[in-house]
């Protein structure tokens, strides 16, 4: 196989670290190589936060390229845009609808660009977006949304749900495994 390289954005808080945690877990199962990067200094405070995950027959670097992700999981609208040039000509992007105004659209200082669905729609073939949020809500709590998206994205990984599933129940604390579960059951059958 090939190597598969995965770019992952959102903003802090939203669980793309735990998000590019359970998919290096499937692949792993799967008996692939997996590097694993991330980039998170303001997380904690709603910054930017992005994951690289690459796994494949043998993976030499954490870093996925410009030009070279396969797959683009957004958690935000912007933070999904501010990667796109990441992305293969033939790459995939799905992402969440819902956006999150920075500090300086909740003081009115700046405005959140009205044609960002747009723009992410222009740059790339193929385009799963939906609003993950209101999945997670029903599934029975926002904070799901990262497997809500895992579901959606699961249709293009080339992984199988058994490992994504045995990754999950390695990687979610038990407490929550349950509603994990059924949010990404509710995001696979939005990617079907």
Known sequence: MKTFN??????GGQGVLLT??????????????V????VHGMAQRGGSVLSQVRFGEKVFSPIVSEGEANLLIGFEPLETARYLHFLKDDGVVIYNTRPIGTIGVSIAAEKYPADINETIKAR???????????????AGD???L???????????????????LDAIKNTVPKKVLEINQRAFAAGRAQGK
Request: net charge positive.
């Open 124 to 138: 790339a073939k193929t385009v799963m977006p939906f609003d993950g949020t209101q999945l997670a809500v029903t």
């Open 20 to 33: 590019s945690k359970v998919i290096a877990e499937a692949a792993l199962l799967s008996g692939l190589d």
């Open 142 to 144: 926002k904070r799901t």
């Open 35 to 38: 590097k694993q990067s991330e």
């Open 6 to 11: 995965i770019l992952i954005s959102g903003v």
């Open 146 to 164: 990262n497997l809500v998206l895992l579901g959606a994205a699961l249709k293009f990984l080339p992984l199988k749900e058994s490992a994504v």
